[in-house]
C-alpha cells in the first residue's frame, strides 16, 4: 500500500505582511515559514493508519516549493513519513491552484498511491481548489473537509462536518483523495529520536517542469493589506456615565437613534 501527502510551507500569519514589488503577492523577506496547519492534520492520519497496518504502507511526503520547503518537508518525516519529495519550484506563489495540482498529478499518476491526504486548504491563499483539482485530474474519487477516518480493506469511511453541526457519512473505495481539516486528529509533536531519524530519510528532489507543470487558468490580479477604517474606543468610568456616553457616541456617529428613541 501507498500513501502520499501533500503538504504547503506558509508563513506565520501573526507576523506583518507588505505587498511584493509587483504588488501580486507578499513580500517573503524575514518571514518565518512552518507547515500549512491542515496539512499537518494530513500527516498525523496518514502515519496513523500506517501504524494501524503494521507500519507496512510506505507515507510519502511531498512539497512544491523553493530550498526552504525542505525543512517542512523534514518535519513530515520526523512525525513518521518514510520519504520525501520535493518538487523544486521556486515560482510557486505565482502558480494558481491549476498548476499546483498538475504537478502533484504528474508525480502521482504513474506511482499507483493508494490513498492521497491533503490539507483542506492553506492559510496564506485558502482556495480550497488543490486537493480536488488533483483528484479530477488523476480521474480518483475525493472527499473534502474530513474530520472523521476509517480504512477497512480498500472501504474507505469519512466522517464530515455539514452546516448547522450536523455530521455526514461517506464510504468510498481506493484509489481516493481527501482534505482534511481540524478535528480530524490532534498532531503529535517529533521527538527527538525522530528528528534525527528523518535526517537520514530520502528526499527526491524534480523539477517543476518534469512533473508536467501546466499552463495557468488564473492569476492573482493584485495584493494588498486590508485597511483598518476606524479604531476602537475604550470608555471608563462609572456605569451611568459610560451609558450616557454611549448614547451620545451612538447619536452622533452612527443612525442607530432616532428621535424619541431606539429604532
Known sequence: MNILVCIKQVPDM???????????????????????DCDEYAVEEAVRL??????????????????????????????????GVHIDDPSVSARDPWQIASMIAGYAMSRHYDLIFTGMQSEDRGSAQVGVLVAERMGISCVTGMIGFGW?????????????????????????????QQGLNTPRYPTLPNIMKSKKKEISVLRAEE????????????????????????L????????????????????????????
Request: aromatic share 4%; hydrophobic share 40%; net charge neutral.
Open 14 to 36: 501573526a507576523l506583518r505582511f507588505t505587498a511584493n514589488s509587483s504588488g501580486t503577492w507578499f513580500d517573503e523577506t524575514g518571514l518565518v515559514f512552518r507547515m500549512n
Open 50 to 83: 500506517k501504524e494501524q497496518l503494521g507500519g507496512t504502507p510506505e507515507v510519502s511526503a511531498l512539497s512544491i516549493g523553493s530550498a526552504r520547503v525542505v525543512e517542512t518537508i523534514r518535519k513530515a518525516l520526523a512525525m513518521g513519513c518514510d520519504r
Open 152 to 180: 477497512n480493506d480498500g472501504t474507505v469511511t469519512v466522517e464530515r462536518e455539514l452546516e448547522g453541526g450536523k455530521r455526514g457519512m461517506t464510504k468510498l473505495t481506493a484509489p481516493a483523495l481527501l482534505t482534511c
Open 211 to 234: 512533473s508536467g507543470l501546466d499552463n495557468p487558468l488564473s492569476s492573482v490580479a493584485g495584493f494588498r493589506l486590508h485597511e483598518r477604517k476606524s479604531v476602537g474606543l475604550v
Open 236 to 263: 471608563q468610568g462609572e456605569a451611568g456615565d459610560m451609558a450616557a456616553r454611549v448614547v451620545d457616541l451612538l447619536d452622533s456617529r452612527t443612525t442607530v437613534l432616532r428621535q424619541g428613541g431606539l429604532l
